[in-house]
């Protein structure tokens, strides 16, 4: 049995989501090791047990209108993987956060709002 990767975001959160590819924003540009990229299609493609391939994590932010808005910041490789076999979902955990949160990932790029 493999045991499951988390982060220190997501540790304490036991949900996975199937959260919609075109809804994630990653602000971030990846720097991607192509073979780990393969390989990791290689797992998806013959994926037979949900703890093959870890989640990623997101940042969900409400916005003050009630919008929900979607970030990622790790997990390229696999975002990448799971984007070029054109799923339309990945697994991820979503850590509940606030535009505080996204400053600290983003300094003065991050959004003022969010509606």
């Known amino acids: 049995t493999r045991i499951m990767e988390t982060s220190v975001h997501s540790a304490s959160i036991a949900e996975i989501h199937n959260v919609p590819m ?18 990791l299609m290689d797992t998806i493609k013959r994926e037979t047990s949900e703890d093959e391939v870890p989640p990623i994590d997101i940042l969900w932010i409400t916005g003050s209108e009630g919008g929900d808005y979607y970030f990622s910041f790790g997990g390229c490789h696999r975002f990448e993987a799971y984007q070029r076999l054109q799923r339309d979902t990945i697994k991820a955990k979503l850590v509940r956060s606030t535009l505080g949160d996204l400053y600290h990932y983003m300094g003065s790029s991050a959004p003022k709002y969010l509606a």
């Open 22 to 39: 075109k809804v994630i924003k990653r602000p971030i540009p990846s720097v991607l090791d192509e073979a780990k990229v393969q390989s």
